[in-house]
């Protein structure tokens, strides 16, 4: 098994930043890509940016060239740097990691951007 602890998210005016962190433990071997979904009220969760062991980086189209997402591989963690940060971002974010066959998920981290 697979232990996400995320830590980093709040409460934030809309043009500020988070920076949320999630930190793996447990069985970490074979840990591939991590990254972070989000989940607003009433809708589905969607990805917002991953990164694999060798750094490659995917991110959605609504958060590019506002949020970055980066890893240390040393220490099992994987951030999400979040600026110009909008209403809409509002969401709970979940770390992800996966594995070959598996997926693990942290307990979710509330973001709240006031306008």
């Known amino acids: 098994q697979v232990q996400l602890v995320e830590s980093g998210g709040g409460l934030v005016q809309a043009g500020g930043s988070l920076r949320l962190s999630c930190a793996a433990s447990?069985?970490?071997?074979?840990?591939?890509?991590m990254g972070w979904y989000r989940q607003a009220p009433g809708k589905q969760r969607e990805l917002v940016a991953a990164i694999t062991s060798g750094g490659i980086t995917n991110y959605a189209d609504s958060v590019k060239g506002r949020f970055t997402i980066s890893r240390d591989n040393a220490k099992n963690s994987v951030y999400l740097q979040m600026n110009s940060l909008k209403p809409d971002d509002t969401a709970v974010y979940y770390c992800?990691?996966?594995?070959?066959?598996?997926?693990?998920w942290g307990q979710g981290t509330q973001v709240t951007v006031s306008s």
């Open positions: 447990g069985s970490i071997w074979s840990i591939n890509t």
């Open positions: 992800n990691a996966q594995k070959p066959r598996t997926s693990y």
